[in-house]
């Protein structure tokens, strides 16, 4: 499965990368919301997009809400959300986004969330040892 990374920290795009590409993902990585749009116009491949909820130029939530038309294809998207916006969740989840996670987060949650993504694309291949589990009931504890 093709995924993309949006996020404008070098940091966390690259633990992203690393732990994908270490799962057998092929990888697109985007430092901003117009190179996230650039290369989802470009590859038709991407599935799933990881995208930062504060990317400049373009942020991650007007990227789901335009994912969502269709035009692009059916691409997952998980948005990730900075801790100091939990309030912001049920904001981005119902309207936009398939998913979400909270910074910090680790191999764990994002093996979950890939999950969530591969059984609503039908896609066969799991990570290794990720249990898939709805994420969609912790909404309302964490706002």
């Given at each position: 499965?093709h995924?993309l990374?949006a996020?404008?920290?070098?940091f966390?795009?690259g633990?992203l990368?690393?732990?994908l ?8 990585t985007?430092r901003?919301g117009a190179?996230?749009?650039?290369a ?8 799933l997009?990881?995208?930062?909820w504060m990317l400049p ?7 789901c809400?335009?994912l969502?038309?269709?035009?692009y294809?059916d691409?997952?998207?998980i948005l990730?959300i900075?801790?100091?916006?939990k309030g ?6 119902t309207?936009a986004?398939?998913d ?16 969530n ?6 896609v066969g291949r799991?990570?290794e ?5 709805d994420?969609?009931?912790?909404i309302g504890?964490l706002?």
């Open positions: 499965m995924i990374i996020d404008d920290d070098g966390y795009r633990l990368e690393e732990f590409k270490e799962w057998q993902f092929q990888v697109t985007a901003d190179e996230a749009m650039q989802i116009r470009q590859d038709r491949t991407i599935r997009a990881i995208l930062n130029v373009l942020d991650g939530y007007e990227i809400r335009r969502k038309n269709g035009r294809g691409i997952y998207t990730v900075g801790n100091r916006f912001e969740i049920m904001k981005a989840v309207p986004a398939d979400y996670l909270t910074k910090p987060f680790g191999p764990r949650e994002l093996k979950i969330g890939i999950c993504a591969m059984g609503a694309l039908h799991r990570p040892d990720a249990k898939p589990r994420r969609r009931s912790e504890s706002v």
